[in-house]
């Protein structure tokens, strides 16, 4: 049988990306990006996560590419890790198709992803520099109440319960709360979570809307609008806010505010969960108010500080009669 090897290849420009060659060293046409015409995955690529996706194309395509009899069921030998033939795809064997776990020979470790969240005094300086208290409402309904920014720019007026009692609403929620639903929305915002739910709101929140909802209701182009949030000071005014004006603003306030790095919504959200960590809350509270379909998606918004470690620790009891009599 013949053999194939991977082979990286590394191009005066800078581009990078690997190919299949036989014992010979030749190419394998319909392996090689230069000479066939898979997908192009010959950019230069940009970290572990990024090479890890690019041979994973890589294997689907070889796989494919034998199936079809365009090149020699040895090549998926070079490509997959097998302790024995068994373990091999069945496209490397050349025999039926069996159900087997298989293992990359080329696969980077990947970091773990580490998201530094907004801290609470770079929001405070975000609210210094808003000139308006539609911006003001936006920057902290993204720090105090976690909101993704499509769910945000997706809330309509009749989801916004901040009233003391919304029986009348035909709601049973207690407290100020907003409802985000998924809906197919004009201005391309979208609730990423099928599931409908409620996000309680603080004095805070509830306060910044009431004075934005003044300015608002001073626009005659706005009244007729459902979207919560819309364009007063530029664009056509009465149009629903766009997802990435919110990315926008941020980066305009995180410029005026003279911060060193440019906020974004994501990372206000990290900042909501953080601090409800801080404040006590359980990963299901936290996984709930997020909007996750698993605890694993939230447990990546859970940053906790050194201090936050310590007084961990710290709270531990000791045990009734002390540790003097283990320490002698």
């Known amino acids: 049988m013949e053999r194939y090897r991977a082979f990286p290849v590394r191009l005066p420009s800078g581009v990078r990306y690997w190919t299949v060659v036989d014992e010979a060293w030749r190419v394998d046409e319909a392996a090689d990006p230069a000479r066939s015409g898979p997908p192009d995955l010959s950019r230069p690529v940009r970290g572990e996560r990024r090479v890890n996706c690019v041979l994973a194309a890589v294997r689907e395509f070889f796989r494919h590419a034998i199936s079809g009899g365009l090149t020699g069921p040895g090549t998926l030998s070079a490509l997959f890790e097998a302790a024995d033939d068994r373990t091999l795809p069945a496209e490397a064997r050349g025999e039926g198709m069996v159900q087997a776990r298989l293992r990359p020979r080329h696969r980077l470790r990947e970091p773990e992803p580490t998201v530094k969240a907004v801290s609470d005094e770079e929001i405070l300086e975000l609210l210094r520099a808003c000139r308006n208290a539609r911006d003001r409402f936006i920057v902290l309904a993204l720090w105090r109440m976690g909101l993704r920014r499509g769910e945000l720019a997706g809330l309509r007026r009749e ?30 915002a979208a609730a990423k979570s099928r599931r409908s739910r409620a996000v309680p709101a603080d004095w805070l929140v509830v306060q910044a809307y009431d004075q934005y909802m003044s300015d608002r209701d001073a626009c005659p182009a706005a009244r007729s609008c459902d979207f919560l949030l819309v364009n007063l000071y530029r664009g056509q005014a009465g149009a629903p806010m766009r997802p990435g004006a919110l990315n926008d603003l941020l980066a305009a306030l995180s410029r005026r505010a003279g911060l060193a790095r440019q906020a974004r919504p994501h990372l206000a959200r990290h900042a909501f969960a953080g601090n409800v960590a801080a404040s006590g809350a359980t990963l299901d509270e936290i996984k709930d108010l997020l909007g996750h379909s698993s605890f694993t998606a939230s447990e990546v918004y859970l ?26």
């Open 159 to 188: 989801d916004i319960h901040f009233v003391p009692d919304t029986t009348r609403l035909g709601c049973g929620v207690k407290g100020p709360h907003v409802h985000v639903r998924r809906r197919d929305n004009a201005n391309g």
């Open 303 to 328: 940053h906790p500080s050194p201090q936050r470690l310590r007084e961990a620790v710290d709270r531990v009891p000791v045990p009734r009669g002390g540790a003097h009599g283990v320490l002698r």
